[in-house]
């Protein structure tokens, strides 16, 4: 692959794969329905969580640039069928990712544009399509071009979360606000903090770009961990100031949309329009960005044989055409097959507590990679083996209380999901081969 992208490049990548805006009228909504006023509190405490995960992903970066990333990770450090394991939850786990940011993609361009059809789960499946289509189209003329769409993308969104935000911080309290609600106990708090995962998602995919990092050992983990931290400070900031002027009620009857709901509360229908649009524009850049992470791991899975080995094939242009085609043909099925659902809420809330779960399970392991490889080298103790240890403990904690407060519908994905993984590793590590690692930075 050629080396294209630079520090600033992967920056963006990182911060636009969280989604400011996207995450905010997706997640922001039932987080509060949870937390209540311990929301931003809830938002810190597993931003720490991420934090400590992300300097294990520095580290790993470090010695192992590849595509791959936590797949390959967990590959080098436990062995192929643990690679193999390893590979099944990141393609469980994004490829949801990628549905649970395509289909509000279609239901947002819908509100915008023909609000009568905007409550359809069909209409917003097929629209929701036509964004995975023109996002594969885009990432198919190359990563350059996408970090510099993306970047304008991200710069947009951050300027209207920063304006909307000011007019709120300058809104008297209204009654009942959210910020001024009693403290909802611990219970709440987890809850909200488990909600929370999905919304600092994301800063993981520069790591999947290494191998086209101009400086393939150093920028991409420190992207993600830089990318990790703004992204939680300006959901935090935006967090604070929404909560003034929405209430618990408000954010309970707008859990879909809670930005249009914030919107209507800053300034009427001019104001929803306004932020409707950033969140579209937030929603196709962390689309974007979801995709350049499911063909880079695909062609890094083709490359060592755990998936079939024409994925790992590079075109005259060293794109990984393949891994392309394939991912934006899946994430369109995908998302059009979401239109059967009863009700768009219904398909973002199965997507959102089940990708969750395979998220921090992800995370997990590519932490206890890092415990593993770097357990012997006094030089990355604390922030290869004693960050990762703290983070790896705190986000399987969440994932119990997590798994016991979901429904029995989705306990029952959760395991069938975890375990339909098991036989297809022991499958692929026998017929896989061992591939060779990157040299130690």
Known sequence: MQRVLTLGDLLVIAAAAIGPAFVLATVFGPMVTVG????????????????????????LGERYPSAGSAYSWV???????????AAWVLIVANIFACVATAVPAGTYTLALFAPAAADSPLAGALVGTGWVFA??????SGL????????????????????????????????HASATAPFPGNAALLGAMVIGIWMVDGWEVSASTAEEAQAQTRTPGLSGIVGLVLSAAVLWICMRAFMRVGTLDGFASHEGDAMAYIGLQLGGNLWRIIISATVLVSLAASLQTTLVYLTRSFFAMGRDGVLPAGLGVLDHRD????????????????TLASGVSPTIRTAFDFILNGTSVFLGILFILSAAAAIRIFAGVPQRGVTGVVLPALGTTGLALLLAFSFVQDESGTRIFIIAAALAGIPLALWRARVSRRAAPPAPA
């Not at 209540?36 to 580290?59: H, N």
């Not at 590959?75 to 394991?85: M, S, T």
């Not at 996002?135 to 198919?140: E, Q, V």
Request: charged letters at 10%; proline letters at 6%; hydrophobic letters at 55%.
């Open 144 to 175: 350059r071009p996408t970090a510099m769409v993306t970047n304008v993308l991200l710069i947009g969104e951050i300027v209207i979360l920063a304006i909307g935000a000011t007019v709120a911080f300058t809104r008297p309290v209204i009654a």
């Open 135 to 140: 996002s594969g189209l885009l990432l198919y």
């Open 36 to 59: 209540g006023s311990a929301t931003p509190l809830a938002l810190v405490l597993v931003s720490v969580v991420m934090a400590c995960i992300a300097f294990g992903y520095q580290r």
């Open 319 to 334: 794109q990984p055409l393949r891994a392309i085609v394939l991912m934006t043909g899946a994430g369109m099925a995908c």
């Open 75 to 85: 590959r080098e450090a436990f062995g192929p069928a643990a690679g193999a394991y």
